[in-house]
């Protein structure tokens, strides 16, 4: 993998409580690519913390800072990790005015999961898009309301500022930042390194609808998920759906969208789309076997509705996320 642009100097925000994870796997995904670089490294990298003690994460990790606040460098990239204390550190009247001072001066500035809180208690979020774990979507949009919260992304860029769902998400907007310096083969790369599953778009929601499914439903709802995927390349309707959940059609209609904030068919499609795009990463069957075997009636349905979920054609997802 070559580096051929000037040394990028990336900054991680290190504070006591933090999400250890929020911290490392970028900080992994930054590291890797120096390591696949054949020439000299595209990044340096600086962990910061309020003051120069090491500071201890939520899991008792503990971390030592290479410098504080004041003698930071000047940084291409800032990243703010999230975790419990990113609820306590909002109020740091002199690490907010250094995030304004610092975000004036720095080209990208990020945050990964509740780090979000801290770039809305300083300002910098302002009427924009962002999104963090799903769990603190609704908190985080009524303390800071000027926000566009959207919780069901991976991560959001909105002009020099982006942030991301929880944990493993932190790692899916590296990889999009380092798509965005060194292109999307150094990118894929990183994520084979890193042995990451997929290198996954930040228009994906944060759960699958499988883990959706597990998550929300119960019983009888949360079977009929396993079922579903099992016979997606047949014709799933209402009437065979509600029979296996043993309902009326009338009344199941009902419950599953109570259920799932979704219609049954739109869940199909749901269901359908991301199994195609596991396999369109997977291998390479050809896209018309892969829509057939997804329950499309026709490879041109499938690139519709592709397309439409997720701004591509199922050839152009299948190149930048395949193998």
């Known amino acids: 993998m070559n580096a051929p642009f000037a040394v ?5 925000l ?6 250890a994870l929020d911290l490392a796997g970028p900080l992994d995904a930054f590291g890797a690519a120096n390591g696949l670089a054949t020439g000299a490294p595209p990044y340096s990298l600086h962990v910061i913390g309020l003051g120069a003690a090491a500071v201890r994460a939520e899991n008792g990790l503990t971390v030592t800072p290479a410098c504080s606040l004041e003698v930071a460098p000047l940084l291409d990239t800032l990243l703010i990790p999230g ?30 999961c509740t780090g979000a809180y801290v770039l809305a208690a300083a300002g910098l979020l302002d009427g924009r898009r962002v999104t ?6 609704d908190d985080l949009q009524r303390r800071y309301p000027a926000l566009k919260v959207e919780p069901d992304c991976l991560f959001l860029r909105d002009g020099r500022y982006a942030t991301s769902g929880g944990l493993t998400a932190g ?7 380092i798509e965005e310096d060194l292109g999307a083969s150094a ?39 396993d079922w579903m995927l099992a016979h997606l390349d047949e014709d799933v309707g209402i009437e065979r759906m509600a029979e296996q959940a043993a309902m009326s059609p ?3 209609r009902r419950v599953f969208a109570e259920t799932f904030g979704a219609t049954p068919a739109r869940f199909v499609e749901r269901l359908r789309l991301e199994q195609a795009c596991l396999r369109l990463t997977q291998g390479r069957t050809s896209i018309e076997r892969i829509a057939y075997s997804v329950g499309f009636n026709s490879a041109d349905a ?8 997720y701004g591509a054609t199922p050839g152009e997802y299948r190149e930048r996320f395949g193998c």
Request: one cysteine or more; charged letters at 20%; aromatic letters at 8%.
């Open 187 to 225: 990118a894929l790369a990183v994520a084979r390194q890193l042995v990451m599953y997929v290198k996954r778009p930040g228009n994906q929601a944060q759960f699958s609808a499988p883990l959706a499914a597990q998550a929300q439903g119960a019983g009888r709802m949360s079977a009929l998920v």
């Open 83 to 112: 975790g419990a204390g990113s609820r306590a550190i909002d109020a740091d009247a002199h690490l907010l005015c250094w995030l304004r001072e610092r975000a004036a001066i720095t080209r990208r500035v990020a945050s990964v």
């Open 14 to 19: 290190a504070y006591d409580d933090m999400q």
């Open 250 to 252: 009338r009344h199941f």
């Open 171 to 177: 790692m899916d907007l590296a990889l999009a930042l």
């Open 302 to 309: 499938f690139r519709r509705a592709f397309r439409a979920r």
């Open 132 to 137: 963090t774990h799903w769990r603190f979507a």
């Open 8 to 12: 990028k100097a990336i900054g991680l």
